[in-house]
C-alpha cells in the first residue's frame, strides 16, 4: 500500500530547483499507522522536513484536543525538526459538499481551521467531493472562505468529482486567497481526468499536491 506524499505550493523556483523540492517535500504521518510520535519519528528518519497530520478523531480531533494539547502536538512536531505542511481534515460521506452532510462538514472544517492556528500550522486540506453539485458547493465553500480568512489560514480543497475546469471556477468565484485547490492524482484517475492536464488547469490555484498512485 502506497503512502501519500505531497509537495506545498511554492516548490518551484528557477534557483536550486532540486534542493528546493527535497526541503518541501513530506509525508502525511498517519499512512504509517503508527501513534502519532512514532510515526513522527519515522518520518524524520526517512528524511522528510515536512508533514501533514489528519486530525479526524480521537485525541486529535478539534473537539478533544485542549488548547495545551494543541501546544504539545505543535512541539512534538517541531521537536523533530520537521514543520506541518498541512492538517488534513478527513469529512464523512461525500466531502465538504455532500447535501446529506454538508452543514456538519463545513462546522468541522471551520473548527479544523481555528485548530491549525492555534498549532500555528498555515493550511488545512480536505475534500470538497463532486463539484458539479453547484450550489451546495459554493455555499460551502463561502463560509469555509470566511473562516479561513478570519484565522490567516489556507484550505485547500480536492475534488472527487467533476472535471478540473469546474473546481477551478468555483474556487476563482470566492475571490479569497485563503482557499485554493489540492491535487491528488489518485482522485483525479478515478474521476477519469488526466492529473498532468487537471495541474495545468489548477495552476496558481495549487496549494498542495500529492503523489499516490491508482489502479482504473
Request: glycine share 10%; net charge neutral; charged share 20%.
Amino acid at each position: 500500500q502506497s503512502s501519500k506524499f505531497f509537495a506545498p505550493q511554492g516548490t518551484h523556483t528557477e534557483s536550486n530547483m532540486a534542493a528546493t523540492h527535497r526541503k518541501r517535500i513530506g509525508v502525511r504521518v498517519n499512512d504509517y499507522r503508527r501513534e502519532v510520535r512514532a510515526g513522527l519519528s519515522l518520518a524524520a528518519r526517512q528524511g522528510f522536513t515536512a508533514v501533514e497530520l489528519a486530525v479526524d478523531g480521537g485525541a486529535l480531533a478539534p473537539e478533544n484536543l485542549s488548547a495545551s494539547g494543541r501546544r504539545h502536538v505543535a512541539r512534538l512536531v517541531q521537536n523533530t525538526g520537521m514543520a506541518f505542511a498541512a492538517v488534513a481534515c478527513e469529512l464523512p460521506g461525500g466531502g465538504l459538499a455532500d447535501p446529506r452532510t454538508i452543514d456538519a462538514s463545513v462546522a468541522r472544517v471551520q473548527r479544523v481551521l481555528q485548530l491549525a492556528a492555534d498549532m500555528d500550522v498555515r493550511l488545512v486540506s480536505c475534500a470538497i467531493g463532486d463539484v458539479a453539485v453547484g450550489e451546495d458547493a459554493s455555499a460551502a465553500l463561502v463560509a469555509v472562505a470566511e473562516q479561513a480568512e478570519r484565522f490567516g489560514t489556507g484550505c485547500a480543497v480536492r475534488s472527487r468529482g467533476g472535471a478540473p475546469d469546474e473546481l477551478r471556477a468555483l474556487i476563482a468565484g470566492l475571490a479569497c486567497r485563503y482557499v485554493g485547490a489540492a491535487l491528488d492524482p489518485a482522485d483525479v484517475l478515478g474521476a477519469g481526468h488526466d492529473p498532468i492536464a487537471t495541474l495545468g488547469v489548477l495552476g496558481d490555484q495549487l496549494m498542495l499536491a500529492y503523489v499516490r498512485d491508482a489502479i482504473r
